[in-house]
Structure formats: C-alpha cells, structure tokens
C-alpha cells in the first residue's frame, strides 16, 4: 500500500489547512503523526476505515477534525485555528490489521504498528 500526502503549506496563525492522504488499497486505519525540527515524532490523529473511529491528541483536539471517503480511499486532516507550534512536516501511516487504541499505547508503540509510511508534507503556521 502507498500513502500520498498533500495539503501542506505556509498560513498564518488562526488560519486553516486541509491535509489529504491517498491510500493505494485498504489498511485498518490512517493516522497523522508530525514532527517538528528537533522533536520526536508525536501522534495527531486516526481514524479507522470500517468503523470511523477517530482519535485525537490533546494537543489538537477541538482545532483539528479527521474525515475519510471510502469511495476514494482518502483520509482528510482539516486543521482549524493553527498555531505556531503546530508547524512541522506531517505524515500520514497505516496499519495492516487492527491496533489499540491511540490514548492506551504510547508514541513508540504507535509508530511501531503503522506498516505503512508516506513522505511528509510541511505545514508552516507563521505568528
């Protein structure tokens, strides 16, 4: 399976952005991690195919809004009221078969159980 991420770019604060991930067949689920210069990388957002059931850091949660469309296997990652710290280069991963919850694995553990990868794409929040 490939992943294809897109949607990234230069906005100011309090702005908007819509990342998008194609996937070339069906995994279990699609999750957006980021990792900004210098940091690790850190979970955003999943949600799975069949179910629909998102996830959502604390960090993002109530700004950002993660959607899918079967028909076109696309996940969307609509990020609202952007900040400075969320600039980095945002990935979007899969997993083959079901994993646990996001909120009852650490970061390690998440990254670990995506089997697929797709480039990044930059988001940019100037203040």
């Known amino acids: 399976v490939q992943l294809q991420a897109s949607g990234g770019g230069l906005v100011q604060a309090g702005g908007s952005l819509r990342l998008s991930c194609a996937a070339s067949g069906r995994t279990f689920n699609i999750a957006w991690f980021r990792q900004a210069p210098g940091k690790e990388r850190e979970f955003v957002s999943t949600?799975?195919?069949?179910?629909?059931?998102?996830e959502y850091s604390d960090s993002v949660k109530g700004r950002f809004t993660i959607s899918r469309d079967n028909a076109k296997t696309t996940v969307y990652l609509q990020m609202n009221l952007l900040k400075p710290e969320d600039t980095a280069v945002y990935y979007c991963?899969?997993?083959?078969?079901?994993?646990?919850?996001?909120?009852?694995?650490?970061?390690?553990?998440?990254?670990?159980?995506?089997?697929?990868w797709g480039k990044g794409t930059q988001v940019t929040v100037s203040s």
């Open positions: 949600i799975t195919w069949t179910e629909g059931r998102t």
């Open positions: 991963a899969a997993s083959k078969t079901p994993v646990p919850p996001f909120s009852l694995i650490t970061t390690a553990q998440a990254i670990a159980g995506m089997d697929y």
